[in-house]
């Protein structure tokens, strides 16, 4: 999920990591650092349109998978998202990263394996009309509603269970996530004639986005 379209985000630097606060934390996930770029795949893919496989419990905790999320918030920053799915890596994995703020301006960052969105009544749970993106639909953005509250339960990379609540726009970024790891990108939630118009609008912009990104891992490297 790209960052957000609007002007308003604010500047409060409250964070959390893997839902609990901290006092500080750096411009990047630490994990970051360590990791390389990986190649984001595109709509029409079919590892992104596919439910993707549970990380079974054999793999928690394994370099393997560390590296992974490492590469993935490294991918997720030069690519300019707020959330990133392994399948937008090319890894058929239910996981995905994030570095996104809510509408309080609190930073929310971590990681999630085998997420489940949970069940709320439909009083309990508005929906929001926002623009929304995608990083494997490169440049433009729709509106899509989407609940104003979120809560996702799952499992950190060592098998910890997890539950990440969120609201505003984190909330719509763990949708947007989850739907990912189910097969499901944010167009496939639009009408044919808008997914159509949202796909017109990429061919258009793509190659400036890839420039951008590519400027961005330079600049990273650098």
């Known amino acids: 999920m790209p960052e957000q379209s609007t002007s308003d985000q604010s500047v409060d630097t409250r964070v959390r990591v893997l839902g609990h606060p901290v006092e500080s934390y750096p411009e990047m996930a630490p994990e970051a650092e360590r990791g390389s770029v990986l190649r984001v795949t595109m709509v029409g893919e079919d590892v992104l349109h596919r439910r993707n496989r549970d990380v079974e419990e054999g793999r928690f905790g394994t370099s393997e998978l560390s590296r992974l999320i490492d590469d993935m918030f490294r991918t997720m920053y030069v690519a300019e998202g707020v959330g990133l799915a392994a399948n937008q890596v090319g890894v058929d994995l239910r996981l995905f990263v994030y570095d996104c703020p809510d509408d309080d301006g609190v930073r929310h960052v971590g990681h999630l394996l085998n997420p489940v969105l949970g ?85 258009e912009m793509a190659e400036d986005v890839f420039a951008r990104r590519e400027a961005n891992a330079a600049r990273l490297a650098g």
Do not use: W
């Open 119 to 203: 069940e709320r009544a439909p009083e309990a749970t508005p929906l929001v009309l926002e623009n929304e993106g995608c990083l494997s639909v490169p440049g433009p953005h729709a509106e899509l509603a989407r609940a104003e509250h979120a809560v996702v339960r799952g499992f950190d990379k060592d098998g910890t269970p997890l539950v990440i609540e969120g609201s505003g726009y984190f909330a719509r970024c763990l949708q947007h996530e989850t739907d990912h790891t189910l097969g499901r990108l944010y167009i496939d939630r639009l009408s044919k004639r808008e997914r159509k118009k949202v796909l017109k609008r990429m061919d």
